[in-house]
């Protein structure tokens, strides 16, 4: 089984300043100049219609070929709906296009960034995992910021997942985990420290990660001030 390691360059540059490139690809409205208390997106008609795209396809019943092209026909009905996006980014991803996958990713990015930020970045004070209408944006947010963990860009990767924890503190998507590992020095590849060693889980083993987190989270204290009194 491969075994994540820490890097102590990957550490250190986690604790630099933001780059002007950095700052610039934080920034969102331009004509927003005050930070939102709350963001809920409007409920997309098309929202249906994709999961049950996406859910024939998954079981079997069309092909890929076909599910394509009604990704990219959801799109034109609604193009700020990013759930579209992201399926085909994945599709992309397994066939090994990488360059469509990076492409639709930063597509999806800009575009959820435009939708919640202000112009200096701030993302709302809250923006709730809780609200299904808000799910294909934080998941466009949190997918960017993957890649860009990927690509090496550690601090903007990081910043994003600062502001995804800030924004949503019950942190249903576990910002929580990737920053922390960031700080430690990991590679986007750390979950796989959480994988099962035998037995009847699948996927990743929640209690493993939060015996970790709650392990090393004091390492970096500050970074958890309010998840941990929004906890109590």
Known sequence: MYEPRVSKARAEKATKPLKRGDIALLKGNPKRVRQLAEFTDKNRTVMDEYYEVTELFQAGQVSLTETKQSLRQLIKIDKQFLDSYLYLAQIEYDAENYEDYSRLVWETYLKAVQMVANIDGDYPKSL?????????IIRALCNFALLQWEQDHIRLSLEIYRKLLASNLNDNIGARYSILAIRLGYGSEY????????????????KKMDAWFDANAAKFSNEFVDFFENAK
């Open 191 to 206: 979950e796989a420290l959480f994988l099962p060693d035998s037995g009847p889980i699948f996927g990743l083993d929640a």
């Open 128 to 136: 709730l995992w809780g609200w299904l209408e808000n799910r294909h």
